[in-house]
């Protein structure tokens, strides 16, 4: 009787109950560009380092989990998640998400792409479904949704990225982005004070950052130039090009900015940064 009563109490602990994701269909803005804005070709003048390669790897390989706004987390990658009750066990079901390779999110693909990160989790993994993958630890884990918010698919975002430049990937169907691309230039000698602002009375950036140290007469010259001074929380600042009506980066931080649920009727972007 007792070995009975143990048994159903290890049953009821490895049950699976849902852990509550809230829809991401919110973080997905149809674009509604003036035709041809939708073609624009974007060029930013940012800082080389960790940030910048954070900032692109967020178009290009979603997380598997993202947070709203108001902190909630959403299903990015996956439909649902569910886990035991004794944090053991864990189960990811993936949503049928096409990337940019031409094949379709599943739970082989995903256990391929996440070996790494399952590895150093210490995670036994297995299939349980074409879309599920069941996650074991030997111990109670808590911190999962902490690393799903932080595991990324390559490919699984709606800008296809080569280096520092973002071409879109028109397969994405979650949410059309209202720009064609995005390259970024790191080079210090455009950050020099002179070079910065001819960049910004040329209209060439759609965004800069700020390089400190200008002279205070090409200051004086880029006050007069059609750009918002946008200051971060990370001391930081961007000129971004009125052009961009509705763009403004995430203050906190600036690399989870998205450049795709973010873009709101006329943006007029025909002439900024335009690759010729």
Known sequence: MLLLAFGGYLAYENGLVPVPLVSDAPLYVSAAPDP???????????????????????QSDLTLLTRTPHGALAGQ??????????????RLTFRPVRLQDGGTLDAARARTALAPELAAAGAAVREVAPASLDLRFRARRVDVPDLLLRWRLPGSGPFIRQGLALTRFNGFVQGRAGIAGLRVDTDPVLMESHA???????GRW???AYPGG????????????????????DGSVWFVSQKLRRFWPDRVPWPETRLFGTWRGDMNLSRVGALD
Do not use: C
């Not at 003048?45 to 910048?52: E, Q, T, V, W």
């Not at 990658?77 to 864990?90: A, C, E, H, P, T």
């Open 77 to 90: 990658l996956v439909s649902s998640l569910q886990r035991s009750r004794n944090g053991k066990r864990w």
């Open 196 to 202: 910065w602002a001819e960049g910004i009375l040329a």
């Open 206 to 208: 759609a965004w800069a």
């Open 36 to 58: 041809g804005e939708d073609q624009a070709m974007l060029e930013a003048l940012m800082p080389a380092g960790s940030a910048l390669d954070t900032f692109l790897a967020n």
């Open 214 to 233: 200008v002279d205070p007469d090409d200051m004086a010259r880029v006050r007069l130039a059609p750009y918002d001074e946008v200051h971060l929380t």
